[in-house]
């Protein structure tokens, strides 16, 4: 199984006809995503890699039944293609882009949890589910490094995401499903948030959270963990263990307030849960080797 997205996932690509919308379209067909239509305002009739083309989310979701949808807008326009997607039914809903209103994001986070749906991002390369579909940035040439398997994967950094899984890899390692919580300030949804549909994956046998210095989701992964939402072994890398004191990170996430947010702050917590801390990328699969080896999984 998977968490999320499968290839039985019926997907909508908002903005399609742009460049990066159907250039990914295609790679997300190729690797076996139900992509079942697209949307841009004044271009239905097009078609897309054979996939068509409506004016709005209802008037596709009135022709197609519809089961995620996947953002490629830009940031100030996130917000409203958000809401159409929910007020059209979407449960899930990925948002690509970066530099989205931190007032923008608020709204869309409080709108999902009213519609009982799940928004994913902004600042993400997306979700896969390995070698099953994906939604997002994920090239074919990373086949050699998203291998499929038994790890959950939850992640706020791209670039540090290919360098941990393709150690897992190496490990003999490989992910169920992958999912790309954003570098945000404000994400969409919380790595604790998703904890649950991992524990209730048969096919996922630990997980993986791959973190860095700033905000408090780390901290609620150690607070889920007491309060047994996850039962599963847990490993996490947490970047910036290294950084400057005082200096400002790339990602807008990674801010640290009220004493909290700083990488000892979320390696102290998760020690305390129970989980395991990888001090380098390579050790994430190390420290799953000698935890499959203990517990006989």
């Not at 530099?99 to 928004?119: E, F, S, Y």
Request: charged fraction near 20%.
């Amino acid at each position: 199984m998977s968490i999320i997205l499968d290839e039985q996932t019926r997907v909508l690509v908002q903005g399609i006809t742009g460049k990066e919308g159907s250039f990914w379209t295609k790679h997300m067909m190729d690797y076996g995503t139900n992509v079942v239509a697209g949307v841009t305002p004044g271009k239905e009739g097009q078609m897309v890699e054979g996939v068509p083309v409506f004016h709005t989310v209802k008037r596709a979701t009135a022709k197609v039944e519809v089961d995620a949808s996947l953002l490629f807008v830009p940031p100030k326009l996130a917000k409203d293609a958000v809401l159409e997607a929910l007020d059209a039914g979407i449960k899930t809903i990925v948002v690509l882009c970066d530099g989205i209103p931190l007032h923008d994001t608020l709204q869309m986070r409080n709108a999902a949890k009213t519609k009982g749906a799940m928004v994913i991002g902004g600042n993400t390369s997306g979700i896969i589910s390995m070698g099953k579909a994906m939604m997002g940035f994920f090239p074919h040439w990373l086949d050699r490094v998203y291998k499929p398997g038994k790890i959950g994967i939850m992640t706020r950094s791209g670039s540090l995401t290919n360098e941990v899984t393709a150690e897992l890899v190496k490990a003999g390692f490989g992910a169920s499903s992958l999912i790309g919580i954003g570098g945000d300030s404000v994400p969409l949804t919380r790595f604790a948030e998703v904890l649950p549909l991992f524990e209730n994956d048969p096919d996922t046998e630990a997980v993986v959270i791959i973190g860095e210095l700033g905000g408090t989701m780390e901290e609620e992964v150690a607070e889920a963990m007491e309060n047994g939402v996850l039962t599963k072994p847990l490993v996490s890398f947490l970047g910036g263990r290294t950084a400057p004191k005082g200096k400002k990170m790339g990602h807008a996430g990674a801010i640290i307030t009220a004493g909290k947010g700083t990488v000892e702050d979320k390696i102290s917590a998760l020690h305390g849960a129970g989980a395991y801390v990888a001090k380098k990328p390579r050790m994430v699969g190390e420290l799953l080797n000698d935890i499959f080896v203990k517990q006989d999984i």
